[in-house]
Structure formats: structure tokens, C-alpha cells
């Protein structure tokens, strides 16, 4: 507690709340696909023009996943998405291919191996 002009003791300023859609712009949507368990590769470039909150998850993004992204920044997932988005559109970020239906053996089998050698890396 500290005084105030009155003389009296003020309750300690506490933390405000962020809303997330004050992050994203209102934005709830990412414009480009991004699942939970998409892998993300950081390209580099002039981040000069990303705001704080994008610069954050840009920190954290290289060889993770969106959901490990979300966790370590401590925002919803949707946000991260949104922020990630922005990323990959603007050229700082790369995603990597995961499996879908539709996906050949061989893109199978190199998922697994990307897992793998992720894995042995820790």
C-alpha cells in the first residue's frame, strides 16, 4: 500500500486484464490454416512494423507447435492462431506439413521421422 495526496494508503495497483480481441484487432479467425500440431520454422526478416503481443509469439515459434506456442506465451490458442497467421502471411514464419486424410505414406512416414528427431533433440 502506498499513500496517496490525502495521506491515506491506496489498495496496490492490481494487473489489468488484456481482452484477447484487444490483441488480434478483433480478428477471431486466422486466414491461414493452422492446426493445434502444425509445426512452426521461423524465416527471419525486419520485424520493425510486429506488435508486441506477434513479437512474443515470434520468440517462442521456432520447431514448436501452435498449442506449445499458445502454452509457453500464455494466450488462447485462438489469439495465437490469429498472431501466427499474420506471421506466416508477412513471411516471418513457415509451416510445416502435417497429415491430413489425404496424405501419402511417404508424407506419413515423414511426419513420424520429423517427430522422431524432434524428440531424440530434447
Known sequence: ?????????????R?????PYTITSGRTHSTVDL???????TEGG?????SAAALQVLEVCDKR???????????PI?????LL??????????????ITENSSKDERIELIE???RGLRSY
Open 35 to 41: 492446426p493445434m500440431e502444425a509445426t512452426l520454422r
Open 15 to 19: 494487473p489489468r486484464f488484456v481482452r
Open 78 to 82: 485462438g489469439v495465437v492462431r490469429v
Open 46 to 50: 525486419d520485424v520493425g512494423q510486429v
Open 114 to 116: 520429423r517427430t522422431l
Open 1 to 13: 500500500m502506498t499513500p496517496d495526496s490525502n495521506g491515506s494508503e491506496d489498495e496496490v495497483a
Open 65 to 75: 507447435s501452435v498449442a506449445e506456442c499458445a502454452a509457453l506465451v500464455k494466450m
Open 85 to 98: 497467421s499474420d506471421l506466416v502471411e508477412h513471411g516471418f514464419i513457415r509451416v510445416q506439413a502435417t
